[in-house]
């Protein structure tokens, strides 16, 4: 293979792997300089000669390729002969007669002078320099897109991950843990998600998207509603249980901006965009303020609170309510009230609240449906009993043999109920 070949053969290459032509040319004389080194060794002193002194000239369109070695003519007694960019008279009177001390030689070489291993090595090496190029334009590229949402196509489901390709071919992942449990993945469809994170494996780069951060909730309010992307509405802060519901605290210096009602859109056309996105996920959306009570009200929404103790020391909030309010502060499976702290950064605690003198009243069974199953419930009503004292009322070994209930799960009903008025 001549320089012609080589170089044309590389340029092909590299243009198919979208490498400009300067990146190009610098790769071709890394190649060719480290041929050099290869080729004429080292110094006296045992190290490898500097190239500064030899002349490359690449023209990649056209597939050319020259190579100049420069040195200096000196007398052959000094003591500098034997530097690598240094000539003796005699030799350089062998190429030119003419020539005289201190003027310079410019000899070409060419590459058939490397040798056929030399050249075959050159070859590989720009190859896998195009290679290694390629991997680190796309880690920088994706490095710039961490936070930023993306759409792939799925190509193959894994039980860790999901594997998409991008609109270039890449490969990149969801992984399981950065999935909606409800998500559902088939061949060939298009999947969007934020970048998440970019790393270096085993010196490949791993691309992995995420579904479950708030970050990819809060594109998704940048891309449905204007006036976030336009910076008119400002989310302050984003709390999910990806798939189930999230809360979202938004808040506008503009005050002729309604910033919860801009979010949800008429009719709830801009939040529905973004639910249907999320698996119906249930998004809460409030506005914020720096009045803690105030935004602790807000934030355990649809629940009304009577009154409210804060213990900053501590970061613990007493949230105190009418018994009938406190299962919607809870929410189902306390996600509520679990998704109100986050949003607070408080931990709340809820109590009932009694009238003064008022002896701790009864409690109705459907308020404990966060914790007993909506089944077991059904069967303690089914023998007359609808509310907590009215079961206490009863020993184990009664509610066993009048429902049908194992004795484990009514150990935990009971369990559940004397908690409530400890």
Same mark, same amino acid.
């Given at each position: 293979?001549?320089?012609?070949?080589?170089?044309?053969?590389?340029?092909?290459?590299?243009?198919? @792997?979208?490498?400009?032509?300067?990146?190009? $040319?610098?790769?071709?004389?890394?190649?060719?300089?480290?041929?050099?080194? @290869?080729?004429?060794?080292?110094?006296?002193?045992?190290?490898? $000669?500097?190239?500064?002194?030899?002349?490359?000239?690449?023209?990649?369109?056209?597939?050319?390729?020259?190579?100049?070695?420069?040195?200096?003519?000196?007398?052959?007694? &000094? #003591?500098?002969?034997?530097?690598?960019?240094?000539? &003796?008279?005699?030799?350089?009177?062998?190429?030119?007669?003419?020539?005289?001390?201190?003027?310079?030689?410019?000899?070409?070489?060419?590459?058939?002078?490397?040798?056929?291993?030399?050249?075959?090595?050159?070859?590989?090496? %720009?190859?896998?320099?195009?290679?290694?190029?390629?991997?680190?334009?796309?880690?920088?590229?994706? !490095?710039?897109?961490?936070?930023?949402?993306?759409?792939?196509?799925?190509?193959?489901?894994?039980? @860790?991950?999901?594997?998409?390709?991008?609109?270039?071919?890449?490969?990149?992942?969801?992984?399981?843990? #950065?999935?909606?449990? !409800?998500?559902?993945?088939?061949?060939?469809?298009?999947?969007?998600?934020?970048?998440?994170?970019?790393?270096?494996?085993?010196?490949?780069?791993?691309?992995?998207?995420?579904?479950?951060?708030?970050?990819?909730? #809060?594109?998704?309010?940048?891309?449905?509603?204007?006036?976030?992307?336009?910076?008119?509405?400002? $989310? @302050?802060?984003?709390?999910?249980?990806?798939?189930?519901?999230?809360?979202?605290?938004?808040?506008?210096?503009?005050?002729?901006?309604?910033?919860?009602?801009?979010?949800?859109?008429?009719?709830?056309?801009?939040?529905?965009?973004?639910?249907?996105?999320?698996?119906?996920?249930?998004?809460?959306?409030?506005?914020?303020?720096?009045?803690?009570?105030?935004?602790?009200?807000?934030?355990?929404?649809?629940?009304?609170?009577?009154?409210?103790?804060?213990?900053?020391?501590?970061?613990?909030?007493?949230?105190?309510?009418?018994?009938?309010?406190?299962?919607?502060?809870?929410?189902?499976?306390? %996600?509520?009230?679990?998704?109100? &702290?986050?949003?607070?950064?408080? #931990?709340?605690?809820?109590?009932?609240?009694?009238?003064?003198?008022?002896?701790?009243?009864?409690?109705?069974?459907?308020?404990?449906?966060?914790?007993?199953? &909506?089944?077991?419930?059904?069967?303690?009503?089914?023998?007359?009993?609808?509310?907590?004292?009215?079961?206490?009322?009863?020993?184990?070994?009664?509610?066993?043999?009048?429902?049908?209930?194992?004795?484990?799960?009514?150990?935990? $009903?009971?369990?559940?109920?004397?908690?409530?008025?400890?």
């Amino acid at each position: 293979m001549d320089a012609h070949e080589l170089i044309q053969s590389f340029a092909e290459f590299a243009k198919q @792997k979208n490498i400009d032509r300067p990146t190009m $040319i610098r790769i071709l004389e890394d190649v060719f300089r480290n041929m050099i080194r @290869k080729k004429y060794g080292e110094d006296e002193n045992g190290n490898p $000669i500097p190239t500064d002194n030899f002349d490359i000239i690449v023209n990649a369109e056209k597939g050319d390729l020259e190579i100049y070695r420069i040195r200096e003519i000196v007398d052959d007694d &000094s #003591e500098d002969i034997w530097e690598h960019n240094k000539i &003796s008279l005699s030799e350089a009177q062998r190429i030119e007669p003419d020539f005289e001390i201190g003027e310079e030689v410019s000899e070409q070489i060419f590459i058939e002078d490397f040798g056929r291993r030399a050249v075959t090595t050159a070859r590989q090496t %720009l190859i896998q320099k195009v290679k290694d190029l390629e991997k680190d334009i796309l880690f920088q590229k994706y !490095k710039d897109l961490v936070g930023e949402i993306i759409a792939g196509e799925v190509y193959q489901v894994l039980n @860790k991950e999901v594997l998409l390709t991008d609109g270039e071919g890449n490969e990149i992942a969801v992984p399981r843990g #950065e999935q909606i449990q !409800k998500d559902r993945y088939r061949k060939g469809e298009n999947v969007r998600a934020i970048v998440h994170k970019v790393e270096m494996v085993n010196g490949n780069p791993k691309i992995i998207l995420s579904r479950t951060s708030p970050v990819f909730l #809060e594109r998704l309010f940048e891309q449905e509603v204007p006036e976030v992307y336009d910076g008119l509405i400002t $989310i @302050k802060k984003v709390v999910r249980e990806p798939g189930e519901r999230a809360k979202v605290a938004v808040e506008s210096y503009d005050d002729r901006i309604d910033p919860v009602g801009a979010c949800v859109g008429m009719k709830g056309s801009r939040i529905h965009a973004i639910v249907r996105e999320l698996q119906n996920e249930n998004i809460d959306v409030i506005n914020y303020t720096e009045n803690l009570e105030l935004y602790i009200q807000r934030a355990l929404s649809p629940a009304k609170i009577t009154s409210i103790k804060i213990d900053k020391d501590n970061g613990r909030v007493s949230v105190y309510l009418k018994p009938d309010q406190v299962s919607l502060a809870i929410g189902k499976g306390g %996600l509520n009230i679990k998704l109100a &702290s986050r949003l607070v950064g408080y #931990e709340i605690d809820v109590f009932r609240e009694l009238a003064e003198g008022q002896v701790e009243e009864d409690v109705d069974l459907s308020e404990f449906s966060d914790e007993i199953e &909506s089944w077991v419930i059904d069967e303690l009503n089914r023998i007359g009993l609808d509310t907590a004292k009215s079961v206490l009322a009863l020993s184990k070994d009664e509610l066993v043999r009048r429902t049908d209930l194992e004795e484990e799960t009514v150990d935990n $009903i009971l369990n559940i109920l004397k908690k409530e008025f400890e």
